[in-house]
């Protein structure tokens, strides 16, 4: 666990990723990110319970409060990312930077990662001591609930700057030559149609229903839970990554649907879609088909292969009873890290095998999680369904 050591902050939790360790490393997000930190936590959290802590206690402390269009604050809702001391790059791309501090909220899922962590914890004393916090994310995510008409959407932003897609999937500039281009995307390459609800919001935030069933003992959060399950699968297909403001799917087969397998609320096919070949790597889930028209091997979201959401779909495979191409994802990612050296963000999946791609961070704290959990078989689906 090394490697995990590097990336966590003094107070205990994991800052997204290290600092540049190499001339090729970017090391572009040494600070806490709520989505980001979340997630390493949870992968650990067996072995590690007090990254868990740490995290959850930070990002308590950072809690919107208020509604605030410029940075994505809202009452209740965990922060996307914060810097204290933000560099010169973050500044640039317009990120909002307030007395020199840059604390944003651009984030649709990091409220409800929050409460999957802490009730996966299953600790009585920091669920008291958290209630206001935990409480206001409920308040938070039931309120986006119902004013996106039964999903969790994002968009349009009403200030300049900032992250117009909220997902984790979260690149917008289809002319970005370090990304390679949008996210989420149509089919003809052209941008979809904001509000946007995508398919791995939906399935975080049906699990982080189901996390307060568990934290709060009240039945109507697993109602709720079934509801949006139900909502889910019946708007959401095989190749369905997200659904436009208007209604309008935008189709893709890909890893989203390992995230919705994870939460118990895959459609009809759904393992079996993420089974095939043009998904399923020797080295892990392609973030979107390779017979998708915007498929890109090295676009930052569009093809490549990123080990912590391919964890996700090792753990919605198992719970499909797929557990012969659930050890292909496990096998493949670790022996991809393997190879690779590290802990990389992503990396492109081709004939030759896991190559680097050149945006990708050396040591991503996801990746570090990824891999402990992939070897000690833990899928984090502990308060799922």
């Known amino acids: ?17 290290t600092p540049p360790i190499d001339d090729r490393d970017p090391g572009r ?11 390493t936590a949870l992968q650990v959290l067996p072995e590690r319970p007090d990254i868990a802590r740490a995290t959850l ?7 919107g409060r208020r509604e605030d269009p410029e940075t994505d604050e809202e009452p209740g809702k965990i922060l996307h990312e914060h810097w204290p001391d933000p560099p010169a790059r973050v500044v640039e791309v317009g990120r ?12 649709a899922d ?23 916090a935990w409480r206001a994310a409920a308040d938070w995510l039931e309120r986006a609930l119902e004013r996106g008409g039964g999903f969790v959407r994002y968009g349009p932003r009403r200030a300049p700057g900032g992250l117009q897609h909220q997902g984790w999937r979260d690149t917008t500039d289809p002319l970005d030559p370090e990304t390679h281009g949008a996210a989420i995307i149509r089919e003809d390459g052209t941008a979809p149609l904001l509000p946007l609800a995508d398919a791995d919001t939906q399935a975080v935030a049906v699990a982080a229903l189901d996390a307060l069933a568990a934290l709060s003992g009240e039945s109507r959060f697993r109602a709720r839970a079934g509801e949006l399950r139900a909502t889910v699968r019946r708007h959401f297909g095989r190749e369905t990554m997200a659904i436009e403001a ?6 893709g087969g890909g890893s989203q649907l390992g995230w919705l397998l994870w939460a118990d ?16 790597t020797p080295w892990g889930l392609r973030t979107l088909s390779e017979r998708h028209p915007q498929f890109d091997s090295v676009g930052y979201h569009r093809g490549t292969v990123w080990p912590f959401d391919s964890w996700l779909g090792w753990g919605g495979l198992r719970a499909a009873g797929r557990g012969a191409e659930a050890e292909r994802v496990r096998s493949g990612v670790l022996e991809a890290i393997r190879r690779l050296g590290g802990a990389p963000e ?10 680097p791609v050149a945006i990708d961070n050396r040591i991503q704290a996801w990746t570090v999680g990824a891999r402990w959990a992939l070897e000690y078989g833990w899928d984090g689906r502990h308060v799922v369904g």
Do not use: K, N
């Open 1 to 17: 666990m090394q490697l995990l050591e590097e990336v966590l902050a003094p107070d205990g939790w994991a800052y997204a990723s």
């Open 265 to 280: 609320a895959g459609p009809v096919g759904a393992a079996e879609r993420l089974c095939e070949p043009d998904v399923l």
């Open 96 to 107: 909002p930077v307030r007395c020199g501090v840059l604390r944003h909220y651009a984030s």
């Open 346 to 355: 992503l990396y492109a999946v081709d004939a030759g095998g896991p190559r």
């Open 29 to 39: 997000f040494h600070a806490l990110f709520g989505r980001d930190s979340l997630i």
């Open 57 to 63: 206690r930070a990002l308590a402390a950072l809690q």
């Open 246 to 251: 208007d209604g309008r799917e935008v189709r």
């Open 110 to 132: 990091s409220t409800s990662w929050f409460l999957v962590v802490l009730a996966t914890l299953g600790d009585l004393g920091l669920a008291r001591e958290l209630e206001p």
